[in-house]
């Protein structure tokens, strides 16, 4: 199976600031990653498949980039509403694995 | 709009057995794979089973080949997990989940739509 890691696993910023998350696969897996957010208490939500394609719906602040190996999130500036836990997630072989999740905190 | 609800979870004894549903509307049922996806408290995701549209296409974690079983009915809208001989380390929330985009089997694309999850603790 691919393995999948996120980094860092725990982020602490403020309104307004641009964070960056790092996802990385084992082996290559192209552009067949997704990124979801979870709140407590809700399921996950996609936000971005093909490494950089925004889900309907999900705010121009989320963007995604990255091919390969190594693959990033990027949240231009904070908003309330985006403290939350992230996964990525590959999806170029079956069993499609999840990366161990970054939590994003506030300052 | 597309909907999922899992049912079926509850406290269940080591070694015991247990049988998870997840009832759908707003798509076209037959078109698409589903999943099971898990998350043990405090924990991260981890995908469990997968179906294909016709339900020729079907896999397992690991972690629970030989265990647990996957199906789905066409005719009801409906998927379905038994799960037997249940261990501690299965206590999780339980979400089931669709594919995006239409895929002849498994795999290459990710889940668009997740149910709210039914609870599964395994405790003596």
């Known amino acids: 199976d691919i393995q999948v890691t996120q980094s860092p696993s725990t982020l602490s910023a403020s309104v307004g600031d641009r964070v960056t998350i790092t996802c990385r696969a084992s082996?290559?897996?192209?552009?067949?990653l997704a990124w979801y957010q979870q709140k407590p208490g809700k399921a996950p939500n996609l936000l971005i498949y093909?490494?950089?394609i925004l889900q309907n719906g999900v705010p121009s602040r989320f963007s995604g980039s990255g091919s390969g190996t190594e693959f990033t999130l990027t949240v231009s500036s904070l908003h309330p509403d985006d403290f939350a836990t992230y996964y990525c997630?590959?999806?170029?072989?079956?069993?499609?694995?999840f990366g161990p999740g970054t939590k994003v905190e506030i300052k | 709009e597309v909907q999922l609800v899992e049912s079926g979870g509850g406290l269940v004894q080591p070694g015991g057995s247990l049988r998870l549903s997840c009832a759908t509307s707003?798509?076209?049922?037959?078109?698409?794979?589903l999943h099971w996806v898990r998350q043990p408290p405090g924990k991260g995701l981890e995908w469990v089973s997968g179906?294909?549209?016709?339900?020729?296409?079907?896999g397992y974690a690991d972690s629970v080949k030989g265990r647990f079983t996957i199906s789905r009915d066409n005719a009801k809208n409906s998927l379905s997990l038994q799960m037997n001989s249940l261990r501690v380390e299965d206590t999780a929330l339980y979400y089931c989940?669709?594919?995006?985009?239409?895929?002849?089997?498994?795999?290459?694309?990710?889940?668009?739509?997740w149910g709210p999850g039914t609870l599964v603790t395994v405790s003596s």
């Open positions: 093909q490494a950089s």
């Open positions: 179906i294909s549209w016709r339900g020729d296409t079907i």
């Open positions: 997630q590959q999806y170029w072989t079956h069993p499609e694995t």
């Open positions: 707003g798509f076209i049922f037959d078109d698409y794979a």
């Open positions: 989940a669709k594919d995006r985009d239409l895929v002849p089997a498994l795999g290459r694309t990710p889940f668009a739509s």
């Open positions: 082996q290559t897996i192209s552009s067949w």
